[in-house]
């Protein structure tokens, strides 16, 4: 069965840093675009950040510009989301989601598969 897992969630002060993982197993991440989602207690699903099949297209929502940083490993079949100058607003779940296709897209009718999610916990 096809999988993304992520990982390094975590309890952060504000204003620290985490670095999320999303591994996929049972197919080549490398074809895919492959986006980030949060989500908060309480609130619907938003988008974090996109990034292309090659990576050299990366998205992310305006409230994330400039502290969060998407990367791709295709070798390692793996995505990464460096999250810098965390906010207690940051707090949620956060799940990687396949695209349909190797472009990037907001909406999350356009990914097929998701991770379990993984907690990031932003609080002094």
């Known amino acids: 069965q096809l999988q993304l897992v992520e990982s390094g969630g975590g309890l952060v002060q504000p204003g620290g840093s985490l670095r999320l993982s999303c591994a996929a197993s049972r197919f080549t991440l490398g074809y895919y675009a492959i986006g980030w989602f949060r989500q908060a207690p309480g609130k619907e699903r938003e988008g974090v950040s996109c990034i292309n099949w090659s990576g050299a297209t990366t998205n992310y929502a305006d409230s994330m510009k400039g502290r969060f940083t998407v990367s791709r490993d295709n070798a390692k079949n793996t995505i990464y989301l460096q999250m810098n100058s965390l906010k207690p607003e940051d707090t949620a779940v956060y799940y990687c989601?396949?695209?349909?296709?190797?472009?990037?897209?907001?909406?999350?009718?356009?990914?097929?598969?998701w991770g379990q999610g993984t907690q990031v916990t932003v609080s002094s």
């Open positions: 989601a396949r695209g349909y296709s190797s472009g990037c897209s907001e909406r999350l009718r356009d990914y097929d598969y």
